[in-house]
């Protein structure tokens, strides 16, 4: 079964620096509907203006993971951490017992697009922690790549949950399949671009949840970024 989430349901958060579309309930948008997917709790599509950004605030008890589609995004954080997030990096972050940060547009002139997710925790009380590596690929390369999974396989940023998160660049025509074991679920979400999913047809911004299903098939109809969580 495959239930699409379409771009213009989701809710919006909209300031004179930001303009930020919630695929699941957050913040002072509320949907009963729309709490989350498994243990996937929030994918926010946030873009921030120059000079714009969160001042430091405060999480506990997530896993947060940020991934930059166009700009840069600077992060400071209690543990000392310091970097600029680009096209291509992923940053996770656990924020356990409790971990304060802050995200800024890098740039003085461009906009950053990006999207910042949060994954419920095994459990509560982690350790705070921060990881950011570049999983950069060589244009459109049709396959998925594994860039967040359990105790760091295959290359992957560690999470702590039983989740993994698989990143595939399209050019239109391109394929990218996905075998699901039984038992598992997944979120698809589309980045950038458009593409069907075992016939459905998805735009930009547009989710959908997979349950009972055994193979997955993705087919991009325009240059495209896509996201895939396999869940539990």
Request: proline share 5%; charged share 25%.
């Amino acid at each position: 079964m495959i239930t699409v989430r379409k771009s213009d349901e989701r809710g919006r958060t909209e300031i004179d620096w930001l303009d930020s579309r919630h695929t699941f309930s957050f913040g002072e948008y509320y949907d009963p509907k729309h709490m989350g997917f498994r243990t996937l709790r929030v994918i926010n599509d946030d873009r921030v203006a120059p000079g714009g950004g969160f001042g430091t605030h405060a999480h506990r008890d997530m896993e947060i993971i940020t991934m930059v589609l166009e700009g840069a995004l600077e992060h400071k954080d209690s543990l000392g951490n310091g970097s600029v997030i680009r096209p291509g990096d992923v940053q996770r972050m656990t924020a356990g017992a409790g971990i304060r940060h802050s995200e800024f547009n890098h740039s003085e002139d461009a906009p950053v697009h990006f999207l910042q997710i949060w994954i419920l925790p095994e459990r509560e009380g982690l350790r705070p922690g921060y990881e950011q590596k570049p999983f950069a690929s060589n244009g459109t390369d049709g396959g998925w790549r594994k860039v967040v999974a359990p105790e760091g396989k295959d290359g992957a940023l560690m999470i702590h949950q039983d989740v993994s998160l698989s990143v595939a660049s399209l050019s239109p025509g391109q394929t990218a399949t996905y075998s699901l074991k039984p038992g598992r679920h997944a979120w698809v979400h589309v980045a950038t671009g458009a593409a069907t999913l075992n016939g459905n047809v998805l735009q930009a911004g547009d989710g959908a949840a997979v349950s009972d299903e055994v193979k997955l098939t993705v087919k991009a109809t325009e240059p495209s970024e896509l996201l895939l969580f396999d869940l539990a």
